[in-house]
């Protein structure tokens, strides 16, 4: 970068790059920012944003997922679902689910993500309010497909607003802060279903009733942060005085080769389709999905077939999810660090292959719940390290957008398989396909880590002048000198 760092010295300029003069925004990219007021910037970024993302993702998973708390609390006795209409439902949720977060996650820029953010939330909110009503199977069918569609395009696009914010080096941590709601949404939903459940009766309503039915006003709650606290262009948020938000403005054309440009550009679309590193990504992510979706869901069910009755249950799973969310942050921490994901996501599902091993092979209960610490590790940084790891390695923003697309819209649709998986204790079936599916997923792993290597020893050879520069892409994540995180 240039040595001149006296940015704030010239405002003009930092306004006019704002404005697309193209030699202007060239020149305001050369610009250095103090370490020290960036590092301020950031902190406010993470003060201000990351909460809010953060507790939208956690209501999310929590009415989500909370089908797993009431099935061990007589929900598919009183409303007359037998063990496949249950699962039915389960599975049900990810056929709209999936069907949206492409489509979603293209057109997530083209509207104002508070406006967006806010009627997702309004929708889902309502729908698992009217979960804790449904009478019978059809009720519970019809929710769980209109909750589906609305959660489909929620994480793609919370991902892709944190692109627009965070610089490539910044992501992977602030990814974590989303993807432990799964493990942290298990955690406060078991502590939550162990406490309503104990209403049971009140008002005439059993307690899986009112796990609904508060879960659901709370995140009602949440709407009122998001379209109050959420800025919808990060370089003029509320938070932030003129000194900072000229450090955003420098930041975001510094982002630009990352990012590439607002306008949609279907050529983008089409390389992002195109691409080994999507594929690659998405299958990891349908192997990762299958133990998250499972354990995540069905963990109340499987502490229920070793005996504990439904209150144990319930608030024998927070300690477990919360060693998921710690490790997940452990692991993130890591990779932020030394700039790695693929050896991390290979040895966590290592770990997380011990802890399945266990569940199918030992005969005491309390082995077996040690054994469910034990594989959390696999079940959340799989998923969230393999997102972070496509994130840093996709660009600009619309091939990228896409590439997440692809990854979940696959990866999710894992969850259509869990819900069929995991029917009988003690789970033989479940746990064994998890087990699998971890193999699988080394596999990808370690052939997308070859991919990688190569694509950077060819772009190493380009940029010393070994060889000639005679691929047909040379854009974006394709650049000689963006180099692909390993």
Not at 59 to 68: E, H, Q, T, V
Not at 224 to 245: C, H, I, Q, T, Y
Not at 278 to 294: D, E, H, K, P, V
Request: charged share 15%; net charge neutral; hydrophobic share 45%.
């Amino acid at each position: 970068m240039a040595s001149e760092t006296k940015h704030f010295s010239d405002p003009e300029k930092v306004a006019a790059a704002s404005n697309n003069d193209d030699a202007i925004s060239q020149e305001v990219s050369n610009y250095e920012i103090d370490p020290a007021l960036e590092k301020k910037v950031v902190a406010k970024l993470d003060l201000f944003i990351s909460p809010i993302l953060f507790v939208i993702y956690l209501s999310c998973f929590i009415d989500r997922a909370n089908i797993g708390n009431v099935k061990v609390a007589g929900m598919p006795q009183d409303i007359g679902a037998s063990t496949q209409q249950f699962s039915t439902a389960v599975s049900i949720f990810f056929a709209t689910y999936v069907a949206v977060e492409i489509p979603a996650v293209i057109l997530s820029k083209r509207f104002e993500p508070r406006f967006v953010l806010t009627i997702l939330c309004v929708i889902w909110s309502a729908v698992t309010i009217a979960n804790g009503f449904v009478v019978n199977p059809g009720g519970l069918y019809a929710c769980r497909l209109i909750l589906g569609a609305c959660e489909g395009g929620l994480f793609p696009s919370l991902n892709l607003y944190l692109t627009l914010v965070y610089k490539r080096d910044e992501m992977a941590r602030r990814v974590s802060y989303l993807v432990s709601c799964t493990a942290l949404s298990g955690a406060f939903g078991g502590l939550l279903a162990y406490a309503l459940l104990q209403m049971d009766g009140v008002g005439g309503y059993p307690g899986w009733r009112w796990v609904y039915i508060i879960e659901g006003t709370f995140s009602i709650l949440v709407t009122f942060a998001v379209w109050f606290g959420l800025p919808s262009d990060v370089r003029k948020a509320w938070f932030l005085n003129e000194e900072e938000r000229s450090v955003m403005e420098i930041r975001h054309h510094q982002r630009l080769s990352y990012m590439g440009e607002d306008k949609l550009d279907w050529n983008e679309i089409k390389l992002a389709f195109l691409d080994p590193k999507a594929w690659l990504s998405a299958w990891t992510q349908f192997c990762q999905n299958i133990l998250t979706n499972g354990f995540g869901t069905f963990l109340p069910s499987i502490l229920s077939g070793m005996g504990y009755d439904r209150l144990a249950s319930n608030y024998l799973t927070i300690p477990v999810y919360v060693l998921g969310a710690i490790g997940f942050f452990t692991f993130a921490f890591l990779s932020d660090k030394y700039k790695k994901a693929g050896v991390f996501l290979l040895g966590t599902n290592l770990i997380g292959a011990v802890g399945y091993a266990l569940l199918l092979g030992v005969k005491s209960n309390s082995v077996k719940y040690f054994a469910c610490f034990i594989c959390t590790i696999a079940v959340y940084n799989g998923t969230g390290l393999n997102l972070a790891w496509l994130n840093v390695n996709m660009a600009p923003q619309y091939r990228r957008a896409t590439a997440i697309g692809i990854q979940q819209t696959i990866g999710n649709s894992a969850g259509a398989v869990a819900g069929q998986i995991y029917r009988e204790a003690p789970f033989y079936l479940g746990n064994g396909f998890s087990l699998g599916a971890i193999v699988v997923a080394e596999i990808l792993i370690s052939i997308h880590l070859i991919y990688l290597n190569r694509q950077n020893k060819e772009k190493e050879r380009i940029l010393a002048g070994e060889i000639e520069d005679n691929r047909s892409k040379k854009t974006g994540d394709r650049a000689a000198d963006f180099i692909y995180r390993v």
